[in-house]
């Protein structure tokens, strides 16, 4: 896998690139957390992910690493924020192919009037070739992570 730069959170406001999706549910926002919690299951509900694997005995808390595996691409991932009932936010270390020269994934968790919001948002700089697609690909990733996010209520619903 090519390395990538790694970020901090304060990046996310000059990112080029950034697609999100949300869902209000029911569920607490502990509930919520949990699923995301549940590293191995992601593929159960997020879009497009055929196996997430945590790298070490840890499991929690910022300084996770995993790898998330994709048809035909893989990222490596290092957890930078891990608020329990919040907050997760995570940076690529490495990607496969080299598509993105940078990219933070952050999911925030808030109280709601009718339950729990949960917006999950990835933050991008795409590799110069890819620049062009990126009109075309934002519309398209924000329909998937409003299903992934769908599916994570649905689930932290006990649906």
């Given at each position: 896998?090519?390395?990538v730069?790694?970020?901090?959170?304060?990046?996310?406001?000059?990112?080029?690139v950034?697609f999100?999706?949300?869902?209000?549910?029911?569920?607490?926002?502990?509930?919520?957390?949990?699923?995301?919690a549940?590293?191995?299951?992601w593929?159960?509900?997020?879009?497009l992910?055929k196996?997430?694997?945590?790298l070490g005995?840890?499991?929690?808390?910022?300084?996770?690493?995993?790898?998330?595996?994709?048809?035909?691409?893989?990222?490596?991932e290092?957890?930078?924020?891990?608020?329990?009932?919040?907050?997760?936010?995570?940076?690529?270390?490495?990607?496969?192919?080299?598509?993105?020269?940078?990219?933070?994934?952050?999911?925030?968790?808030?109280?709601?009037?009718?339950?729990?919001?949960?917006?999950?948002?990835t933050?991008l700089?795409?590799?110069?070739?890819?620049?062009?697609?990126?009109?075309?690909?934002?519309?398209?990733?924000?329909?998937?992570?409003?299903?992934?996010?769908?599916?994570?209520?649905?689930r932290?619903?006990?649906?």
């Open positions: 896998m090519g390395t730069a790694q970020k901090h959170l304060d990046w996310i406001e000059r990112a080029p950034s999100s999706g949300s869902v209000t549910t029911t569920a607490s926002p502990q509930a919520v957390f949990a699923i995301l549940d590293h191995e299951r593929p159960d509900w997020f879009p992910l196996k997430e694997e945590v005995p840890r499991r929690e808390g910022v300084g996770i690493r995993r790898v998330a595996t994709f048809p035909g691409a893989k990222i490596e290092l957890f930078i924020v891990w608020e329990p009932g919040q907050r997760l936010a995570f940076t690529a270390t490495a990607v496969s192919p080299g598509i993105v020269r940078a990219l933070i994934d952050d999911c925030r968790i808030e109280a709601a009037p009718s339950g729990t919001r949960v917006t999950y948002t933050y700089e795409p590799v110069s070739v890819f620049r062009p697609l990126m009109g075309l690909m934002k519309g398209l990733m924000g329909k998937q992570l409003d299903k992934g996010m769908r599916a994570l209520a649905a932290a619903e006990g649906r």
